[in-house]
Nanobody, 124 residues
Framework: QVQLVESGGGLVQAGGSLRLSCVYS????????MGWFRQVPGKEREFVAT????????DHGDSVRGRFTVSRDNAKNTVYLQMNNLEPADTALYLC?????????????????WGQGTQVTVSS
């Protein structure tokens, strides 16, 4: 089992920034693929970002590319999501996820473990 705990969400004005953190523990392995997704009630879970072993092995969703950056600190077992120039459309519950594989994925059904999420609300 892998445990994931997100933090860093909150209320921010449009144009502002937030940094989310996800601390992972349990049966993890080096290079394990980690991902960020977001969900709004009544809508499907949306891919935000994914990262492999290094900060050079990443992918970001089209709606956030250029504004959000995923990174990780393997020594701290933590994955981050730096969110800049936030928009009201970014309002969602942000979820951290882990795959039982090293290959990156944008599909939520390919992730095996999920955190409880942290709420991000962007006001106009």
């Amino acid at each position: 089992q892998v445990q994931l705990v997100e933090s860093g969400g909150g209320l921010v004005q449009a144009g502002g920034s937030l940094r989310l953190s996800c601390v992972y523990s349990g049966r993890t392995f080096p290079g394990q693929c980690m991902g960020w997704f977001r969900q709004v009630p009544g809508k499907e879970r949306e891919f935000v970002a994914t990262i492999g072993w290094s900060n050079y092995n990443t992918d970001h969703g089209d709606s956030v590319r250029g504004r959000f950056t995923v990174s990780r600190d393997n020594a701290k077992n933590t994955v981050y999501l730096q969110m800049n120039n936030l928009e009201p459309a970014d309002t969602a519950l942000y979820l951290c996820a882990a795959r039982s594989a090293a290959i990156l994925s944008v599909r939520p059904d390919e992730y095996d473990y999920w955190g409880q999420g942290t709420q991000v609300t962007v006001s106009s």
